[in-house]
């Protein structure tokens, strides 16, 4: 059976079509119902939005079908087998880029740190989505017959997006931030000065918004009539119901805005300082400085390195220097152990020997007992003095140690900035000064954290490079 044949009975039997249009679309209607039905079962069951949203996009999906295949075949006048492929193709695509929406709206992300997150938005098949949405919709509704047709389908293409964006907003979430009108009445209000602003209502703050008025004021009381007397009551006005410190930021802002107006010629001197710095950084720097600075550069890496070997070996040394000092300070423990040791001896003789004085009579005995009791008292005496002076003395050389190790780490950590390439910083130097900026040895030292006579070093490299840059564009000009 030919498809015009077939075609031309459906237009010569409406009321036939109607009656099997209406079977389908039952049809359709109650197996949508079952299958949503069976879908949510056991959940929050919403049946008025989801029979209605189903009814919405069957009748959605028969506009564009039917509407893009008029298109093609009645305005482009293409066969009937691809105007139907192509239309069903582009209700294909709509699908598709939901299906991928709603994958991507149930995934998640990780981040940096490995913490996931749910994904937001559409995903990448969210411009796939509203273009095939946009084109299929765009499509059917040209290729309407007549101007009531086409309003129809204007109706059908937009509710049925809409519904569409809504859906989907189920199952992901908007990213970014909402936009927002410019203009609207309460700014144009507040523009006016016919509502007074609350924090919300500016982009910043209240006090932004009563600089921004002042300095509009005084530029307003600085130009012609009406507009300065308009300025000038506006700025007495605000004046009087302003803090001083606003006063002060606004007058502060309109001399930003003079000296901006007034210096935007490139004949001003801050233009011409601006394009001079600009003019000279873009100059092509001379080979022999360059090749002066990296073999400065390479000595510096050398003198690195020999810093790095020389830390090296005072961090042996000082663990020697250690190790002797663990060793001595517990030689100096078991001597103290000892004397103590010996000190209880002497007590407990001691304690004997009066017991033995009790019991003897005899004063001279008595005396020598006692003599030479004092005798190894004072020679016990002598030896914790001299021990003590030992332990003192070996503290002291710890200290000094130590001093010394804080001296050799000082040392290396100048090394270690000074160590940074000079010619990159003379370049850098020369460039400031080529630009107008002046530069003295303390300021070259507070930037770099160097000494007065490295400082003064760097500043005659710079003036080197830059005399040697004048002299080559000098010799470029003349040639």
Known sequence: ????????????????????GGGVGALVLALVVVWVVRALRGQDLNAKASIGFGVVQ????????????????????????????????????????VGMIYAHGKGTTKDTDGVEHANEGFGPAGGFFWTTVTGGGLLAILGSENESVAVGRVVVVVLGSYMWYLRLLQVTTRTGKKTRWRWTPKRAFLAMGAMAPEDDDVDDDNREWQVRQLARAIRWSNGRWPFRW????????????????????????????HVM??????????????????????????????????REREQERKKARQVAEELATVRAELAEVRE????????????????DQEVRALRDELATVRQQLTAA?????????????????????????????????????????????????????????????????????????????????????????????????LLTDAKKLLDTQDGALATAGGR
């Not at 293409?78 to 193709?89: H, I, K, R, S």
């Not at 308009?230 to 410190?245: C, I, P, W, Y």
């Open 1 to 20: 059976m030919n498809v015009d044949k077939a075609w031309s009975w459906i237009t010569d039997h409406p009321t036939e079509m109607m009656w099997v």
């Open 58 to 97: 069957a009748g959605v999906a028969f506009i564009t079908i039917t509407g893009v295949y008029e298109f093609f075949r009645r305005t482009l006048n293409m066969p009937e087998v691809e105007a139907g492929l192509l239309a069903g193709f582009i209700e294909a695509c709509v699908w598709a880029a």
């Open 230 to 257: 308009l300025g000038e009551r506006s700025m007495v006005k605000r004046a009087e119901t302003t803090q001083e410190d606003v006063l002060a930021e606004a007058r502060r802002r309109w001399a930003a805005a």
């Open 261 to 294: 107006k007034t210096s935007a010629k490139p004949t001003s001197e801050v233009m011409r300082t601006v394009i001079d710095s600009v003019e000279k950084a873009q100059q092509p720097v001379d080979e022999q400085a360059e090749a002066d600075a990296e």
């Open 324 to 339: 002797q000092l663990a060793g001595e300070r517990e030689q100096a423990q078991q001597a103290a152990q000892q004397r």
């Open 361 to 457: 009579p005899a004063a001279g005995a008595v005396d020598a007992a006692v003599a030479s009791v004092r005798a190894q008292l004072d020679q016990v005496a002598a030896q914790r003095a001299e021990a003590q002076r030992t332990a003192d003395q070996r503290g002291r050389e710890a200290a000094e140690l130590r001093s010394e190790l804080k001296a050799v780490r000082e040392e290396l950590a100048e090394a270690l900035r000074n160590a940074r390439p000079t010619g990159g910083r003379a370049a850098e130097l020369a460039k400031e000064m080529a630009a107008g900026v002046e530069l003295d040895a303390a300021k070259v030292s507070e930037r770099y954290g160097v000494g007065d006579r490295q400082a003064r070093r």
